[in-house]
C-alpha cells in the first residue's frame, strides 16, 4: 500500500467517523423502529442501519417525505470555531440534499467550557494545558467569546441556505474538555420519488462531479498520522448555494441513480462506499476534477482526499449524462464527468494514465492489520 491508500483505507475501515456501525449496536434501532412502523406502517423509510447519508420518513396520513441528518464537527472547532461551524451546518444541509431533497430547517446545539474561562484558539488548542500558544498563529479567548463565533458560524450558514433555525441546546459544562461540542441538524423535504440512496447501482453509470476542488482540509490524512496540523476544510457561502442548486435541478430530472455528498476524505470517500455498499467497483481520472487557482498545484493524492465543501456525486445512466449536466450548469453549478461504476470489487484512481490508488471493497487481514500499525 502507498501512503495515500493508507490514508484512505485507514479512513473507510478503521475510523469510527465512516465506521459507526462497528462502535453502536444499530439493530437495537433497527428492533425500535419496527416496532414503530407497526403503528405507522411505512414511517421510516431510511435508519441507521442502511448507513446512508440522512434519515427518511414520511408523514403519516401524507405522501411527504422527510429527510432528517445530524453532523457534529467539535474537533475543527479548536482550530477554526466560526469556519468549523459553518462546515457542521452545511455538511448536514449536503447530507440531506444528497438523498434528494431540500434542506428547510436547522436546530443546533454547543456545548463549552464555563463562560469565563480563557482558551487558545489553533492549533495549540490540541496540544499542552490548552491555553499556550507556541506557533504563534493562536488567540486567546473566553470561552463565551468562542461560543459566539460558533454561532454567528452557524447561522451564516443557515443565512447561505436559505435554511431557518428552530430550535438548540446550549450546554456550559465541559469543566476540563479541550474540544468543545458543535452539533447541527438540519430536516428538509424529499423531491424525488425515492430517496436516493447511496450504494451504486448499475455497471457503466458515469460519475458526475459538481463543484470544484481545492487545497482545504486535510483531516482524513490528519487522522491518519500523515499531517502534523489539522487543517479544516474552509467555510463556502455562495458555492454552497449554488451546488445545492444545481444538485436539486439534476433531481428534478429524475435521472439521478445514487447520489452522495462529498464531506470526510472528499473524492475518495464518496466513490469507494457508494461502490463498496452497491457490491460493485469504479474508476476515476483525478485529471478530470475541476480545481480552483490556489489548488493548481495540487497532488492528485490531495485531490484524492481534500475535503474542500460544496461538493456532490451523482451516478447517471450514460445516455442521460448531457441532460443531466445542461440542468446543473443551467443553475450556475459546475458539473464534470470524473469516472464509471465497474464490476471490478474495488475503486481505481487514475490521473491520466497514472495509477493513484487502488481501493478494495473487502481489504485483506493483512491489509488491515499494517493500517492498524
Same mark, same amino acid.
Given at each position: ?34 416496532? !414503530? ?6 414511517? /421510516? ?12 420518513? %414520511? ?31 452545511? =455538511? ?8 434528494? *431533497? ?8 454547543? =456545548? ?12 495549540? =488548542? ?39 433555525? !428552530? ?53 482524513? *490524512?490528519?487522522?491518519?498520522?500523515? @499531517? ?27 435521472? /439521478?441513480? @445514487? ?5 470526510? *476524505?472528499?473524492?475518495?470517500? @464518496? ?12 474508476? !476515476? ?18 485531490? $484524492?482526499?481534500? %475535503? ?5 456525486? $451523482? ?6 449524462? %448531457? %441532460? ?13 464527468? /470524473? =469516472? ?27 491489509? $488491515? ?5
Amino acid at each position: 500500500m502507498n501512503q495515500i491508500e493508507k490514508a484512505l483505507m485507514h479512513a473507510l475501515f478503521l475510523h469510527p467517523h465512516h465506521n459507526t456501525d462497528k462502535t453502536i449496536d444499530f439493530g437495537k434501532f433497527k428492533t425500535l423502529n419496527n416496532k !414503530v412502523n407497526q403503528k405507522h406502517p411505512g414511517l /421510516i423509510l431510511v435508519e441507521p442501519a442502511d448507513n446512508d447519508d440522512a434519515g427518511v420518513f %414520511e408523514v403519516p396520513g401524507t405522501d411527504v417525505r422527510m429527510v432528517f441528518k445530524t453532523e457534529s464537527h467539535c474537533s475543527p472547532c479548536v482550530v477554526e470555531p466560526y469556519g468549523s461551524a459553518v462546515t457542521c451546518l452545511t =455538511g448536514a444541509a449536503r447530507d440531506v440534499v444528497a438523498m434528494g *431533497a431540500e434542506p428547510l430547517v436547522a436546530t443546533d446545539f454547543i =456545548g463549552t467550557q464555563p463562560p469565563e474561562n480563557e482558551l487558545v484558539v489553533g492549533p495549540c =488548542g490540541f496540544t499542552g494545558d490548552g491555553k499556550t500558544c507556541t506557533c504563534g498563529n493562536c488567540e486567546t479567548m473566553t470561552s463565551v467569546e468562542r461560543v459566539q463565533l460558533m454561532l454567528d458560524g452557524f447561522r451564516e450558514g443557515c443565512d447561505a441556505l436559505g435554511i431557518g433555525v !428552530v430550535a438548540g441546546g446550549f450546554s456550559t459544562s465541559f469543566q476540563k474538555d479541550i474540544v468543545p461540542a458543535v452539533v447541527g441538524s438540519v430536516v428538509g423535504k424529499l423531491i424525488t420519488d425515492e430517496p436516493l440512496k447511496k450504494p451504486a447501482k448499475n455497471v457503466g453509470d458515469n460519475l458526475i462531479l459538481i463543484g470544484v476542488t481545492s487545497n482545504d482540509g486535510n483531516d482524513t *490524512a490528519y487522522r491518519a498520522g500523515f @499531517a502534523d496540523v489539522m487543517l479544516p476544510a474552509q467555510p463556502l457561502f455562495e458555492e454552497e448555494r449554488i451546488s445545492m442548486d444545481g444538485a436539486l435541478a439534476a433531481f428534478r430530472t429524475g435521472k /439521478i441513480n @445514487a447520489c452522495s455528498d462529498l464531506g470526510a *476524505a472528499g473524492i475518495g470517500a @464518496a466513490v469507494c462506499e457508494s461502490a463498496r455498499y452497491g457490491g460493485l467497483g469504479a474508476k !476515476v481520472d483525478l485529471s478530470l476534477v475541476p480545481l480552483k487557482a490556489e489548488a493548481s498545484d495540487n497532488k492528485p493524492e490531495a485531490t $484524492l482526499i481534500n %475535503e474542500t465543501q460544496a461538493r456532490y456525486l $451523482l451516478h447517471v445512466n450514460p445516455s442521460d449524462v %448531457e %441532460e443531466v449536466l445542461g440542468a446543473i450548469r443551467a443553475t450556475g453549478a459546475t458539473a464534470t464527468n /470524473i =469516472g464509471e461504476i465497474t464490476d471490478s470489487g474495488e475503486v481505481v484512481f487514475t490521473f491520466a494514465d497514472e495509477t493513484v490508488a487502488v481501493i478494495p471493497n473487502a481489504p485483506s487481514a493483512d491489509m $488491515l492489520a499494517e493500517l492498524a500499525q
